[in-house]
């Protein structure tokens, strides 16, 4: 561990390193303005209610929502790497798929280039290591 | 007076939750993460707290994008268990203790914390997941508890050294509260972990024990880790260990391990559980 | 690079945006009150600032007690003058500045600010009286507006040297916008009032003026002002006055009085209006 | 101005020296806990629709909160220093004064010992004086 890093970088400094980790997408102000009704739409199915209307017709419940066309798109698909693009947020997102049915493990293994046996596997082997994961402009 | 007497981190996955809901948590894949809960639950059945201030991220739940609090501390006498997706999960309410939260929360900003106060909220797997691995099923909980929740979730989080210096506003809040109670802090969150984007499934064994590590003895040395280190060496939901810092700050100069306890995996996750007690210091 | 211009001071009376919404500004009662803003209403014609930083305080409006943060940023879009209680004010929405909303809300708390990001609300008297003393009756307002919203109901309200060293954290903040914007911040509330109880309608000229005196000039004495200190000379309403202090932190070490003006009483309350500019030292 | 006070007192202090003010409450952790119901049902009050529906029936309106008897009265007799004492704060009983369509300063003078035309006059002539009002203990 770097224990004693220097003082804190200004704010530019600070969010263009979080935009240096491969295969990752920080969930910073830029982000959580684009995504703002996709989340919030995610957050309306933590009732029984909404689930079930949103299950009956999900195309018309997201009709109701201010998210364009290509979102709309990517929910009915279940494209989290699409919606995290969006502005989607994961924690948000659950809400989505818990009313799928689907555990948080398969649904975040939908996002890698595994099926969700090999992502199984990979996380009883010890995990995706950090080794090479680390910075997109290091390369380390 | 009211006294600090021990500390506790651990990890708040909530597939530990469905364990404990679903009566599994004795099959080969649980059965090793409970075993590690073992110790601390009959050392937490000894110790017998009165109060747990439980420091902990919700996960999108009570807080939507409307409303954003960096440091909300629960000053309500309830809680309910939150519907998450799959509704409620199958557990007592969360009793507060009103009169030590607002003692706290009173301290806390004339002690120049800038805390959003909280009279009324639901509860997530981030709070009840933690009061599940320590205190197994009973009909009733039997501490109280004072929800702490800090933002890890909106960029920028609070960094590691305020969490730290807010751990130890909080030691200073809690004697200078002049009932007689024993009070634990818990850091929940983490360790390392990756829920989100094709680097999904991180996991970091020596740079969780690294981090373990460094909360024991009287080195601060952590509260200077910075975020993108977390977000490197853990995944993206790692970042929930600053939120152990608090903990590690309210513990004063220097700690000693009671017990300690990781494993890999539960869900997407690396469990790890540390109970510390603060030494005292000249 | 965005900077900030100007500093203003202003109470911000209800009574005020009636008279404004009734037309009776210039009658015998509110005649020498709006007269004081006259000089102000032409300088924010010459000035054009392009964003107003608003410190203002929520009077148990957007915020009930379920939730209340010390001090909360609107980094929306759009705000909706609230209903108080006989319908909301006829005043245009205020448009928000989100970019530099967001910017100063993350320098912030990268800073060690405990911030709460706000996203929807209706804003009351507080930030829409100020605008029409400042403006008058445009059918859009000139200016985009981040309303900072500070908690001065629920004690303990953040102290002044908290809401001082914020102000200086904004301008900071403001400095490191990359956008070329005229940025002025208001400090509104006060000056001596009090509301409530047998004690109401306190008010104390010499006190106030000492408060203004101290805000102009190179001291940061105010800062080290108690609460008490407030409730006791000024009334309980009096604390507003430390959200005063966050736009004069936000001016730097030395200002200079533009203009002055002091008006008892307006309903319950006495009207100080304050235009500072910062001195820029070596 | 005491410009160089000291460091901030203990929270026990601080809480002290509020209670100290003649004719004053401040709206501390103490009276938000006593007064929360009072304070929500005021709230309740910022729309049109539950204005109305506590005009025509404002026993059955009140009777909808958990607030006990004693409050219930102060707030039907509009009795504003009853319901300070009673955990109230003034702009959250302010959208009680305003749906009853009177002004701040005419509500607020029902709490002192003048009537509103005289509190009006008080308020012209410079308003009370801080002199023997600041503190109980001290008398100045
Ligand atoms: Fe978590
Ligand atoms: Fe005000």
């Given at each position: 561990m770097t224990s004693d890093a220097g003082p804190t970088p200004d704010i530019h400094e600070y969010l263009a390193q979080l935009e240096d980790i491969p295969g990752t997408r920080i969930y910073t102000a830029a982000r959580a303005r684009r995504g703002y009704h996709i989340n919030q739409f995610a957050m309306s199915l933590m009732t029984e209610d909404n689930r079930a209307r949103f299950r009956a017709d999900e195309r018309a419940y997201l009709d109701?929502?201010?998210?364009?066309e290509a979102a709309k798109q990517a929910l009915l698909r279940r494209d989290y790497n699409a919606l995290l693009d969006l502005g989607g947020n994961i924690y948000f997102l659950s809400k989505l798929f818990s009313t799928d049915g689907i555990s948080f493990a398969e649904a975040v293994s939908t996002m890698t280039d595994m099926s969700f046996p090999e992502y199984r596997d990979m996380m009883l082997r010890g995990g995706r290591s950090a080794l090479g994961n680390r910075s997109i402009k290091g390369g380390y | 007076m009211a006294r600090i007497t021990a500390g506790v981190g651990s990890s708040h996955v909530p597939l530990l939750g469905v364990a404990v809901d679903q009566g599994k948590t004795e099959d080969d894949y649980f059965g090793p993460i409970f075993q590690g809960y073992e110790w601390t639950k009959r050392w937490e059945e000894e110790q017998k707290p009165d109060v747990v201030i439980l420091v902990f991220n919700d996960h999108a739940t009570a807080f939507d994008m409307k409303i954003v609090p960096t440091f909300a501390i629960g000053c309500g006498e309830r809680y309910k268990p939150a519907d998450?997706?799959?509704?409620?999960?199958?557990v007592p309410d969360v009793e507060g203790h009103a009169d030590l939260a607002w003692h706290i929360a009173q301290s806390l900003i004339l002690d120049e914390f800038d805390m959003t106060i909280i009279n009324e909220m639901d509860v997530d797997h981030g709070l009840t997941v933690p009061m599940s691995m320590m205190f197994g099923t009973p009909d009733r909980w039997p501490v109280k508890v004072i929800p702490f929740a800090v933002n890890v979730v909106t960029y920028p989080v609070p960094t590691g050294n305020r969490c730290w210096a807010i751990g130890e506003a909080i030691r200073r809040a809690v004697e200078s509260f002049p009932e007689d109670l024993n009070v634990q802090i818990w850091g929940t969150g983490g360790m390392s972990h990756q829920l989100q984007g094709p680097r999904a499934g991180l996991l970091n064994r020596e740079w969780d024990n690294q981090f373990m590590d460094a909360l024991i003895g009287d080195s601060d040395a952590a509260r200077r880790i910075p975020h993108i280190e977390y977000l490197r060496e853990t995944g993206s939901e790692g970042i929930e260990m600053v939120m152990w810092l608090i903990m590690r700050g309210a513990l004063g100069k220097e700690t000693r391990c009671l017990h300690r306890h990781y494993h890999i995996p539960c869900s997407n996750t690396a469990i790890g559980h540390l109970v510390l007690e603060p030494v005292e210091t000249g």
């Amino acid at each position: 561990m770097t224990s004693d890093a220097g003082p804190t970088p200004d704010i530019h400094e600070y969010l263009a390193q979080l935009e240096d980790i491969p295969g990752t997408r920080i969930y910073t102000a830029a982000r959580a303005r684009r995504g703002y009704h996709i989340n919030q739409f995610a957050m309306s199915l933590m009732t029984e209610d909404n689930r079930a209307r949103f299950r009956a017709d999900e195309r018309a419940y997201l009709d109701e929502w201010p998210i364009d066309e290509a979102a709309k798109q990517a929910l009915l698909r279940r494209d989290y790497n699409a919606l995290l693009d969006l502005g989607g947020n994961i924690y948000f997102l659950s809400k989505l798929f818990s009313t799928d049915g689907i555990s948080f493990a398969e649904a975040v293994s939908t996002m890698t280039d595994m099926s969700f046996p090999e992502y199984r596997d990979m996380m009883l082997r010890g995990g995706r290591s950090a080794l090479g994961n680390r910075s997109i402009k290091g390369g380390y | 007076m009211a006294r600090i007497t021990a500390g506790v981190g651990s990890s708040h996955v909530p597939l530990l939750g469905v364990a404990v809901d679903q009566g599994k948590t004795e099959d080969d894949y649980f059965g090793p993460i409970f075993q590690g809960y073992e110790w601390t639950k009959r050392w937490e059945e000894e110790q017998k707290p009165d109060v747990v201030i439980l420091v902990f991220n919700d996960h999108a739940t009570a807080f939507d994008m409307k409303i954003v609090p960096t440091f909300a501390i629960g000053c309500g006498e309830r809680y309910k268990p939150a519907d998450e997706g799959w509704g409620p999960r199958p557990v007592p309410d969360v009793e507060g203790h009103a009169d030590l939260a607002w003692h706290i929360a009173q301290s806390l900003i004339l002690d120049e914390f800038d805390m959003t106060i909280i009279n009324e909220m639901d509860v997530d797997h981030g709070l009840t997941v933690p009061m599940s691995m320590m205190f197994g099923t009973p009909d009733r909980w039997p501490v109280k508890v004072i929800p702490f929740a800090v933002n890890v979730v909106t960029y920028p989080v609070p960094t590691g050294n305020r969490c730290w210096a807010i751990g130890e506003a909080i030691r200073r809040a809690v004697e200078s509260f002049p009932e007689d109670l024993n009070v634990q802090i818990w850091g929940t969150g983490g360790m390392s972990h990756q829920l989100q984007g094709p680097r999904a499934g991180l996991l970091n064994r020596e740079w969780d024990n690294q981090f373990m590590d460094a909360l024991i003895g009287d080195s601060d040395a952590a509260r200077r880790i910075p975020h993108i280190e977390y977000l490197r060496e853990t995944g993206s939901e790692g970042i929930e260990m600053v939120m152990w810092l608090i903990m590690r700050g309210a513990l004063g100069k220097e700690t000693r391990c009671l017990h300690r306890h990781y494993h890999i995996p539960c869900s997407n996750t690396a469990i790890g559980h540390l109970v510390l007690e603060p030494v005292e210091t000249g």
